[in-house]
Nanobody, 124 residues
Framework: QVQLVESGGGLVQAGDSLTLSCLVSGGTFNEYAMVWLRQAPGKERESVAGISRSGGNTYYGNSVKGRFTISRHNLENTVTLQMNNPKPEKSAVYYC?????????????????WGQGTQVTVSS
Protein backbone atom coordinates (compact mmCIF):
# COMPACT_ATOMS: atom_id res chain seq x y z
CA GLN A 1 0.00 0.00 0.00
CA VAL A 2 1.53 3.28 -1.14
CA GLN A 3 0.72 6.27 1.02
CA LEU A 4 1.67 9.88 0.47
CA VAL A 5 1.39 12.59 3.08
CA GLU A 6 1.88 16.23 2.18
CA SER A 7 2.84 18.93 4.63
CA GLY A 8 3.92 22.54 4.65
CA GLY A 9 0.87 24.24 3.24
CA GLY A 10 -0.62 27.38 4.70
CA LEU A 11 -0.99 31.08 4.11
CA VAL A 12 1.77 32.86 2.25
CA GLN A 13 2.06 36.34 0.87
CA ALA A 14 2.76 36.91 -2.79
CA GLY A 15 6.48 37.47 -3.15
CA ASP A 16 7.39 35.24 -0.23
CA SER A 17 8.40 31.58 -0.28
CA LEU A 18 6.89 28.34 0.90
CA THR A 19 8.18 24.78 0.81
CA LEU A 20 5.93 21.75 0.60
CA SER A 21 7.07 18.28 1.57
CA CYS A 22 5.71 14.84 0.81
CA LEU A 23 6.60 11.67 2.66
CA VAL A 24 6.00 8.42 0.82
CA SER A 25 5.62 5.04 2.46
CA GLY A 26 5.15 1.68 0.80
CA GLY A 27 6.30 0.71 -2.64
CA THR A 28 9.78 1.40 -4.01
CA PHE A 29 10.25 5.12 -3.87
CA ASN A 30 13.35 5.40 -6.03
CA GLU A 31 11.87 3.52 -9.00
CA TYR A 32 9.26 6.14 -9.90
CA ALA A 33 8.99 9.75 -10.84
CA MET A 34 7.30 12.02 -8.35
CA VAL A 35 4.87 14.76 -9.22
CA TRP A 36 3.27 17.82 -7.68
CA LEU A 37 -0.16 18.85 -8.94
CA ARG A 38 -2.61 21.49 -7.81
CA GLN A 39 -6.30 22.12 -8.08
CA ALA A 40 -8.07 25.39 -7.43
CA PRO A 41 -11.80 25.53 -6.67
CA GLY A 42 -13.85 25.06 -9.80
CA LYS A 43 -10.80 24.33 -11.94
CA GLU A 44 -9.19 21.22 -13.29
CA ARG A 45 -6.16 19.68 -11.69
CA GLU A 46 -2.95 20.83 -13.31
CA SER A 47 0.63 19.60 -13.29
CA VAL A 48 3.02 21.82 -11.40
CA ALA A 49 6.30 19.91 -11.41
CA GLY A 50 7.75 16.45 -11.77
CA ILE A 51 11.07 14.79 -11.12
CA SER A 52 12.54 11.57 -12.43
CA ARG A 53 13.39 8.69 -10.19
CA SER A 54 17.05 9.66 -9.97
CA GLY A 55 16.35 13.36 -9.69
CA GLY A 56 18.32 14.06 -12.85
CA ASN A 57 15.37 15.22 -14.94
CA THR A 58 12.68 17.69 -13.97
CA TYR A 59 9.50 19.05 -15.51
CA TYR A 60 7.82 22.36 -14.69
CA GLY A 61 4.52 23.78 -15.80
CA ASN A 62 4.83 27.00 -17.77
CA SER A 63 3.28 29.09 -15.03
CA VAL A 64 5.89 28.10 -12.42
CA LYS A 65 9.10 27.87 -14.42
CA GLY A 66 11.87 29.87 -12.82
CA ARG A 67 10.00 30.22 -9.53
CA PHE A 68 9.37 26.68 -8.23
CA THR A 69 11.92 23.94 -7.60
CA ILE A 70 11.18 20.27 -7.13
CA SER A 71 13.68 17.97 -5.46
CA ARG A 72 13.72 14.51 -4.00
CA HIS A 73 15.61 12.70 -1.29
CA ASN A 74 15.57 9.01 -2.06
CA LEU A 75 17.12 7.90 1.20
CA GLU A 76 14.33 9.66 3.10
CA ASN A 77 11.46 8.85 0.70
CA THR A 78 10.57 12.50 0.44
CA VAL A 79 9.96 14.99 -2.33
CA THR A 80 9.77 18.73 -1.83
CA LEU A 81 8.45 21.69 -3.77
CA GLN A 82 10.02 25.05 -3.05
CA MET A 83 7.73 27.82 -4.20
CA ASN A 84 9.21 31.27 -4.65
CA ASN A 85 6.94 34.23 -5.36
CA PRO A 86 3.67 32.27 -5.57
CA LYS A 87 0.80 34.06 -7.27
CA PRO A 88 -2.53 34.83 -5.52
CA GLU A 89 -4.54 33.47 -8.45
CA LYS A 90 -2.85 30.15 -7.93
CA SER A 91 -4.16 29.45 -4.44
CA ALA A 92 -5.04 25.78 -4.54
CA VAL A 93 -4.81 22.40 -2.92
CA TYR A 94 -1.42 20.94 -3.77
CA TYR A 95 -1.12 17.19 -4.20
CA CYS A 96 1.90 14.95 -4.21
CA UNK A 97 1.67 11.97 -6.53
CA UNK A 98 3.75 9.00 -7.59
CA UNK A 99 4.25 8.72 -11.30
CA UNK A 100 3.60 5.61 -13.32
CA UNK A 101 7.10 5.54 -14.74
CA UNK A 102 10.68 6.50 -14.03
CA UNK A 103 10.24 9.82 -15.83
CA UNK A 104 7.48 12.38 -15.90
CA UNK A 105 6.66 14.35 -19.03
CA UNK A 106 3.90 16.58 -17.76
CA UNK A 107 0.80 14.55 -18.56
CA UNK A 108 -1.81 15.55 -16.02
CA UNK A 109 -2.96 11.97 -15.45
CA UNK A 110 0.43 10.19 -15.51
CA UNK A 111 0.38 9.15 -11.88
CA UNK A 112 -1.26 6.38 -9.89
CA UNK A 113 -1.10 7.27 -6.21
CA TRP A 114 -1.66 10.62 -4.57
CA GLY A 115 -2.04 12.13 -1.14
CA GLN A 116 -4.83 14.04 0.54
CA GLY A 117 -3.37 17.37 -0.45
CA THR A 118 -2.33 20.48 1.42
CA GLN A 119 -3.96 23.87 1.03
CA VAL A 120 -1.82 26.77 -0.14
CA THR A 121 -3.42 30.18 0.05
CA VAL A 122 -1.56 33.12 -1.44
CA SER A 123 -2.52 36.58 -0.28
CA SER A 124 -1.82 39.67 -2.32
Amino acid sequence: QVQLVESGGGLVQAGDSLTLSCLVSGGTFNEYAMVWLRQAPGKERESVAGISRSGGNTYYGNSVKGRFTISRHNLENTVTLQMNNPKPEKSAVYYCARGRRAYYNGAVDDYEYWGQGTQVTVSS
